[in-house]
């Protein structure tokens, strides 16, 4: 049961992931049937990363009042007719509103999926179900582009529309089968906006749990340069064509699936402190050699992806223990802090594809050079997040 419940859970994690990197090779040609810039088209995944996020404000409180499955299902139908659009889009307007669309319905499968967690598990053991999921999840950013590369060749940008269509039509029937809720109704939340109001305010002013949700953020946000300057990267910077950002994104995802297997086998040997700060170390050595190799040498292909590989394993490896000292602040608003968890992750991740990429994108070392002041952010948030616990712990004695 465990194995069917991660497989769904994974798989929903995915919706959003399939939904931005599987069209990043289909870039020149929208620019090119619709005669926009390459600034222009960048912004269908601009928005598309700022909706995102906005909803995952919402959908965690959402699903502790109406429940777990139903908030899925509605979100998984709008998502399918987001991606109906997208692919009969007749302008570029057109199809910027349909990736709004897309935004605001592809969040509710990463946020639920941790209140599920949450909900049915605890512990060392919902870290394990945690990092199994991120491991299953990993597949689709190293998947999506290279099935995009060879559906933008062979059919052209349209098809990858329908593909995100089928997918959303694949999981739909599976959520309806297959996941039960997991939220019984005697624990839910009454919908009272003053209740919810101050639910969402008292979280805001824990500064642990905003200086962790910070951490992790922004040390993905390493992980968001790449993706956001994945088409200029590879086609420009390392000079491949449109069907080899799998050059990029195994190197980046084979990291992220090793990391999350190796913090699930972990789970219970080693406290999650512990565990974040090996995590920093391996983030820090990998950020140095990038930083070291794109200063001294023209970028090229195996060298310029195999310190992202190191630090994205690294980065998997802490997401996980990370998350859930987070939440375990608020054992009786899961989903509520479950989104405020996902919205800054996601905001972040939005701010730096869509606004700090596009200024680093045309040097391989300026990019190495973002992800360790990434890194550099995050490690002061998660220190000033643990001097935060230890002096509450004075405090109690």
């Not at 479950?338 to 391989?364: C, E, H, N, W, Y």
């Given at each position: ?176 089968r297959w996941l039960p809720e997991s939220l019984a109704q005697k624990d839910r939340h009454p919908f009272h906006f003053k209740t919810i109001a101050g639910n969402y305010l008292k979280v805001l002013r824990h500064r642990q749990f905003l200086l962790l949700a910070v951490a992790l ?89 195999l310190p992202l590989f190191f630090y994205s394993l690294a980065l998997a490896l802490a997401m996980p223990p990370l998350s859930l000292i987070a939440l375990n602040h608020f054992p009786n608003n899961n989903g509520l802090a479950a989104s405020l968890q996902s919205f800054i992750q ?52």
């Amino acid at each position: 049961m465990n194995f069917l419940l991660t497989v769904l859970l994974a798989g929903l994690t995915m919706v959003g992931p399939l939904a931005i990197d599987t069209y990043l090779p289909s870039f020149p040609a929208i620019g090119a049937e619709f005669g926009a810039t390459p600034l222009a088209v960048q912004q269908t995944l601009s928005l598309f990363l700022f909706c995102f996020a906005f909803m995952m404000l919402f959908y965690g409180t959402l699903s502790d009042t109406f429940g777990r499955r139903p908030i899925i299902l509605v979100s998984l139908v709008l998502y399918i007719a987001a991606c109906v659009g997208g692919a009969l889009a007749g302008s570029l307007g057109f199809l910027l509103v349909c990736r709004v669309l897309q935004g605001l319905a592809s969040g509710a499968g990463s946020v639920v999926s941790r209140a599920i967690v949450q909900d049915r598990f605890s512990g060392a053991e919902a870290q394990k179900i945690l990092g199994h999921i991120m491991m299953v999840f990993g597949l689709a950013p190293a998947l999506a582009p290279i099935i995009g590369g060879w559906l933008q060749v062979t059919y052209g940008w349209r098809s990858i529309f329908w593909f995100l269509t089928a997918f959303g039509v694949v999981m739909l029937f599976a959520v309806w089968r297959w996941l039960p809720e997991s939220l019984a109704q005697k624990d839910r939340h009454p919908f009272h906006f003053k209740t919810i109001a101050g639910n969402y305010l008292k979280v805001l002013r824990h500064r642990q749990f905003l200086l962790l949700a910070v951490a992790l953020g922004v040390a993905f946000g390493g992980f968001a340069l790449y993706i956001g300057s994945a088409a200029y990267f590879i086609m420009h910077i390392l000079h491949l064509p449109e069907t080899s950002f799998a050059w990029l994104f195994i190197p980046l995802v084979a990291g992220m699936v090793v990391g999350s297997a190796v913090s699930g086998k972990v789970a219970h040997r080693y406290r999650q402190e512990t565990l974040i700060w090996v995590a920093y170390a391996g983030m820090g050595l990998a950020g140095v050699a990038n930083v070291a190799y794109t200063y001294w040498f023209t970028a090229a292909i195996p060298w310029a992806v195999l310190p992202l590989f190191f630090y994205s394993l690294a980065l998997a490896l802490a997401m996980p223990p990370l998350s859930l000292i987070a939440l375990n602040h608020f054992p009786n608003n899961n989903g509520l802090a479950a989104s405020l968890q996902s919205f800054i992750q996601m905001t972040l991740f939005a701010l730096v594809s869509g606004l700090v990429a596009p200024l680093l994108f045309d040097s391989a070392f300026k990019l190495a050079c973002g992800v360790l002041g990434c890194l550099a952010v995050s490690l002061v948030a998660w220190m000033l997040a643990q001097a935060g616990e230890h002096a509450g712990l004075r405090e109690q004695r």
